[in-house]
Nanobody, 124 residues
Framework: QVQLAESGGGLVQAGGSLRLSCAASGRTFSHIFMAWFRQAPGKDREFVSAISSDDNVTSYADSVKGRFTISRDSARNTVTLQMNSLKAEDTAVYYC?????????????????WGQGTQVTVAS
């Protein structure tokens, strides 16, 4: 079992930046592929970004490519999502997720482990 805890959400003006962090515990972090999903009001949860467990391969949804950066710190068991040039349409609850499968890099599977989520609101 893996426990995930997000932090760093909040309210920001359009064009601004936020940094989300996720602390993982309960299983060897280096064996877990990590990602971020989000859910906007009235919409389904969607893939945002993912990072591999060992070779730092990353992937991004087209809607955030060039604006968001995912990274991980295996020494601290954390994964971070740096979000720049935020837009109103980025408003959502952001979830830190993990999965033992590399398939999560494609953003097409339902991740095994989920955090509680953190609210990001971008004011236009």
């Amino acid at each position: 079992q893996v426990q995930l805890a997000e932090s760093g959400g909040g309210l920001v003006q359009a064009g601004g930046s936020l940094r989300l962090s996720c602390a993982a515990s309960g299983r060897t972090f280096s064996h877990i592929f990590m990602a971020w999903f989000r859910q906007a009001p009235g919409k389904d949860r969607e893939f945002v970004s993912a990072i591999s467990s060992d070779d730092n391969v990353t992937s991004y949804a087209d809607s955030v490519k060039g604006r968001f950066t995912i990274s991980r710190d295996s020494a601290r068991n954390t994964v971070t999502l740096q979000m720049n040039s935020l837009k109103a349409e980025d408003t959502a609850v952001y979830y830190c997720v993990g999965d033992p499968s590399r398939a999560i890099l494609r953003g097409t599977i339902y991740p095994t482990w989920w955090g509680q989520g953190t609210q990001v609101t971008v004011a236009s």
